[in-house]
C-alpha cells in the first residue's frame, strides 16, 4: 500500500512543532441555509420532495487565529452544517470560491462538517434521478455556498482576542441501533420484539465534550460541542436540523442569543438517539413533558453544557499552545469478495432489467453499480481510500476530523491513547472520496446495513490503521514521535 503524507504548514523548530504559546483571536457567525423552494431530501432511499420547514437549518463557523506579539501564526476555520454529509467535492469547491473573499488565509485550514440530519437538501445531482420541479441540488449548493460565505468573512474579518475553557459532560441521547439475534446477525433497526433477540450491538458513548470560546468580558461567544449522535430523531417530509435546533434554543436562553453553537457529531456509526429499547415509557414520558423527543434530547445536551460551563470556567485561558494540521494518507480499501460480487451484480442485473424503477430502486442501483465498480477495480489494484484528516491542538485539548460514519469503539480507541488532556473526534467532515461507514470486525461478521462492503469503503483491517494515523498526528502536535 502506498502511504503519501502531506503536512500544511510551517514546522523549523520543535516549538512550531508542539504548537505556539501565543493569543488568540477569535471571531464566529452562523448562516440560514434553509431553501427558500422544496428541495429533495437527502439520506434515504427515495428522495423525498420536502413539505415546508419544521425547524430552520444552520450553519454554524467559528475562525481562530493564534498571534504572537501581534503577528499571526496560525489559523483555522470550522464550519458544520445541518447537511446530512458533506459530498464529495463540495468542500473543495467551497474552499475555491470563498479563497477570494480571504485574501491572505490558507484555504486548506478551513473544513466542512455535517450533522447527518436526514431532513435536509441533497448536494449531489446524482443521487437520486428525479427533482421535478423542486429545487436542484446544484441550485442548493450555489445557494449554500453563498450562505457560508457571508458566515466566514464575517467571522473572520470581526475576530477578536478571547479566551478558552473546556471540559467533558454527559448526556443520555443515543441508544444502539444494531439488533443482535440469537445467531449472531445483526440488523440496524431490527425488531427487539423478537423471541431470538440477544442484545444492541455495540457500547454506547453518553460524552458531551464542550469546548468554550469567551469574549473580553468573559462571556460565551461559541462553543463547540461533539456528541456521538447522529441528528436523526426525525424522519419526514419537514426540513429539520434535529436534535441541534433545541440544543441551539437552550444554550442562546441561557447565554444569550448571539452565541455560535457548533454541533459537531462524535463517532456513533452504530448509535441513533432514538429509542430502541422501553418505546412505550419512552413515548409516553415525551407525552407527560409536552414535548418532542428532539426537544428533549436538545435539553438534555443544553443542560449538560450548562454544568461544564460552570466548572470550566474556573480555568480560563488566555495564552494556548495552538496548531492546525492537515494530513492526507491512504488506507486499504475493503476489498469485494467473490460472493458479494455475485450477490451485488445479481441484484443490479434484475434492476437493469426492470422497465421501470420505482421507489428506491434508482438509488439502490447506484449503490450496487457502485460495488461492481470496485470489484473490477481491485482486480488492477489494491484498493485505497484518501483520508484529508484535520487536527488542531488547543492547549491540552485536540480535536481531529475524519469522514467517516465511524462506529465509536474506534474513537474509544483514539481517547483512550491518546497523549491530550481531552480528545474532541469530528465525524462526517472533510471528505475527498464518500466515507461511509467504518465498522468494527465484529459488525462485518454480523452482517447487515453499515456493515455491508456496499455500506464500507474501507474494513477493519484499515480501521486499526486509521486509528494509529490519528493517533501519529496526534503525538505530533503535542511535540511528540
Same mark, same amino acid.
Given at each position: 500500500?502506498?502511504?503519501?503524507?502531506?503536512?500544511?504548514?510551517?514546522?523549523?523548530?520543535?516549538?512550531?512543532?508542539?504548537?505556539?504559546?501565543?493569543?488568540?483571536?477569535?471571531?464566529?457567525?452562523?448562516?440560514?441555509?434553509?431553501?427558500?423552494?422544496?428541495?429533495?431530501?437527502?439520506?434515504?432511499?427515495?428522495?423525498?420532495?420536502?413539505?415546508?420547514?419544521?425547524?430552520?437549518?444552520?450553519?454554524?463557523?467559528?475562525?481562530?487565529?493564534?498571534?504572537?506579539?501581534?503577528?499571526?501564526?496560525?489559523?483555522?476555520?470550522?464550519?458544520?452544517?445541518?447537511?446530512?454529509?458533506?459530498?464529495?467535492?463540495?468542500?473543495?469547491?467551497?474552499?475555491?470560491?470563498?479563497?477570494?473573499?480571504?485574501?491572505?488565509?490558507?484555504?486548506?485550514?478551513?473544513?466542512?462538517?455535517?450533522?447527518?440530519?436526514?431532513?435536509?437538501?441533497?448536494?449531489?445531482?446524482?443521487?437520486?434521478?428525479?427533482?421535478?420541479?423542486?429545487?436542484?441540488?446544484?441550485?442548493?449548493?450555489?445557494?449554500?455556498?453563498?450562505?457560508?460565505?457571508?458566515?466566514?468573512?464575517?467571522?473572520?474579518?470581526?475576530?477578536?482576542?478571547?479566551?478558552?475553557?473546556?471540559?467533558?459532560?454527559?448526556?443520555?441521547?443515543?441508544?444502539?441501533?444494531?439488533?443482535?439475534?440469537?445467531? =449472531?446477525?445483526? /440488523?440496524?433497526?431490527?425488531?427487539? *420484539?423478537? !423471541?431470538?433477540?440477544? #442484545?444492541? %450491538?455495540?457500547?454506547?458513548?453518553?460524552?458531551?465534550?464542550?469546548?468554550?470560546?469567551?469574549?473580553?468580558?468573559?462571556?460565551?461567544?461559541?462553543?463547540?460541542?461533539?456528541?456521538?449522535?447522529?441528528?436523526?430523531?426525525?424522519?419526514?417530509?419537514?426540513?429539520?436540523?434535529?436534535?441541534?435546533?433545541?440544543?441551539?434554543?437552550?444554550?442562546?436562553?441561557?447565554?444569550?442569543?448571539?452565541?455560535?453553537?457548533?454541533?459537531?457529531?462524535?463517532?456513533?456509526?452504530?448509535?441513533?438517539?432514538?429509542?430502541?429499547?422501553?418505546?412505550?415509557?419512552?413515548?409516553?414520558?415525551?407525552?407527560?413533558?409536552?414535548?418532542?423527543?428532539?426537544?428533549?434530547?436538545?435539553?438534555?445536551?443544553?443542560?449538560?453544557?450548562?454544568?461544564?460551563?460552570?466548572?470550566?470556567?474556573?480555568?480560563?485561558?488566555?495564552?494556548?499552545?495552538?496548531?492546525?494540521?492537515?494530513?492526507?494518507?491512504?488506507?486499504? =480499501?475493503?476489498? /469485494?469478495?467473490?460472493?458479494?460480487? *455475485?450477490? !451485488?451484480?445479481?441484484? #443490479?442485473? %434484475?434492476?437493469?432489467?426492470?422497465?421501470?424503477?420505482?421507489?428506491?430502486?434508482?438509488?439502490?442501483?447506484?449503490?450496487?453499480?457502485?460495488?461492481?465498480?470496485?470489484?473490477?477495480?481491485?482486480?488492477?489494484?489494491?484498493?485505497?481510500?484518501?483520508?484529508?484528516?484535520?487536527?488542531?491542538?488547543?492547549?491540552?485539548?485536540?480535536?481531529?476530523?475524519?469522514?467517516?460514519?465511524?462506529?465509536?469503539?474506534?474513537?474509544?480507541?483514539?481517547?483512550?491513547?491518546?497523549?491530550?488532556?481531552?480528545?474532541?473526534?469530528?465525524?462526517?467532515?472533510?471528505?475527498?472520496?464518500?466515507?461511509?461507514?467504518?465498522?468494527?470486525?465484529?459488525?462485518?461478521?454480523?452482517?447487515?446495513?453499515?456493515?455491508?462492503?456496499?455500506?464500507?469503503?474501507?474494513?477493519?483491517?484499515?480501521?486499526?490503521?486509521?486509528?494509529?494515523?490519528?493517533?501519529?498526528?496526534?503525538?505530533?502536535?503535542?511535540?511528540?514521535?
Amino acid at each position: 500500500m502506498s502511504i503519501k503524507h502531506i503536512a500544511v504548514g510551517v514546522f523549523l523548530s520543535g516549538l512550531a512543532v508542539a504548537g505556539w504559546t501565543a493569543e488568540l483571536w477569535i471571531g464566529a457567525a452562523e448562516a440560514d441555509i434553509t431553501p427558500d423552494r422544496p428541495v429533495a431530501l437527502d439520506g434515504n432511499t427515495t428522495g423525498p420532495i420536502s413539505q415546508g420547514v419544521k425547524s430552520r437549518i444552520k450553519a454554524e463557523v467559528l475562525a481562530l487565529e493564534a498571534r504572537e506579539q501581534g503577528k499571526p501564526m496560525d489559523a483555522a476555520i470550522l464550519i458544520v452544517c445541518d447537511l446530512v454529509r458533506i459530498r464529495p467535492g463540495v468542500q473543495v469547491a467551497f474552499r475555491n470560491h470563498v479563497a477570494t473573499h480571504l485574501p491572505g488565509f490558507d484555504t486548506r485550514k478551513l473544513f466542512l462538517a455535517a450533522t447527518h440530519t436526514h431532513c435536509a437538501p441533497v448536494t449531489d445531482q446524482e443521487e437520486y434521478d428525479d427533482y421535478g420541479d423542486a429545487m436542484q441540488p446544484k441550485e442548493y449548493v450555489s445557494f449554500l455556498f453563498e450562505r457560508l460565505t457571508e458566515a466566514v468573512v464575517k467571522a473572520w474579518q470581526e475576530r477578536q482576542p478571547g479566551t478558552f475553557a473546556w471540559g467533558l459532560g454527559h448526556a443520555v441521547v443515543a441508544q444502539g441501533r444494531r439488533v443482535v439475534y440469537e445467531d =449472531g446477525s445483526a /440488523v440496524m433497526y431490527g425488531d427487539t *420484539r423478537r !423471541a431470538d433477540f440477544s #442484545h444492541l %450491538e455495540g457500547w454506547i458513548d453518553h460524552a458531551v465534550d464542550a469546548l468554550f470560546f469567551l469574549d473580553t468580558d468573559k462571556k460565551m461567544k461559541a462553543v463547540v460541542l461533539a456528541v456521538p449522535a447522529t441528528a436523526q430523531c426525525e424522519d419526514g417530509r419537514q426540513i429539520a436540523a434535529d436534535y441541534w435546533h433545541w440544543v441551539r434554543e437552550g444554550v442562546r436562553h441561557q447565554h444569550g442569543q448571539g452565541v455560535v453553537v457548533l454541533g459537531f457529531i462524535a463517532p456513533s456509526g452504530n448509535q441513533i438517539p432514538r429509542a430502541m429499547l422501553r418505546r412505550t415509557a419512552e413515548d409516553r414520558m415525551l407525552k407527560l413533558k409536552g414535548v418532542s423527543r428532539p426537544q428533549d434530547l436538545g435539553g438534555r445536551i443544553a443542560r449538560a453544557v450548562d454544568e461544564v460551563w460552570r466548572f470550566a470556567t474556573k480555568d480560563v485561558r488566555s495564552d494556548i499552545a495552538f496548531l492546525h494540521r492537515v494530513e492526507s494518507f491512504d488506507l486499504p =480499501g475493503r476489498k /469485494v469478495t467473490e460472493n458479494e460480487y *455475485r450477490a !451485488a451484480k445479481k441484484r #443490479h442485473d %434484475e434492476l437493469v432489467a426492470k422497465k421501470k424503477l420505482v421507489g428506491g430502486d434508482y438509488w439502490e442501483k447506484r449503490r450496487f453499480a457502485k460495488t461492481l465498480a470496485r470489484y473490477e477495480a481491485q482486480q488492477r489494484a489494491d484498493p485505497v481510500f484518501t483520508v484529508e484528516m484535520h487536527v488542531i491542538r488547543l492547549g491540552d485539548v485536540v480535536i481531529a476530523t475524519h469522514p467517516f460514519e465511524l462506529y465509536p469503539e474506534y474513537g474509544a480507541r483514539i481517547q483512550s491513547r491518546s497523549i491530550a488532556g481531552q480528545t474532541v473526534l469530528v465525524s462526517f467532515s472533510s471528505p475527498l472520496e464518500c466515507g461511509g461507514y467504518l465498522a468494527t470486525r465484529d459488525a462485518e461478521k454480523a452482517g447487515g446495513y453499515s456493515a455491508l462492503v456496499e455500506s464500507c469503503p474501507v474494513g477493519h483491517e484499515g480501521g486499526k490503521i486509521f486509528v494509529e494515523r490519528t493517533l501519529a498526528a496526534i503525538r505530533n502536535v503535542f511535540g511528540k514521535k
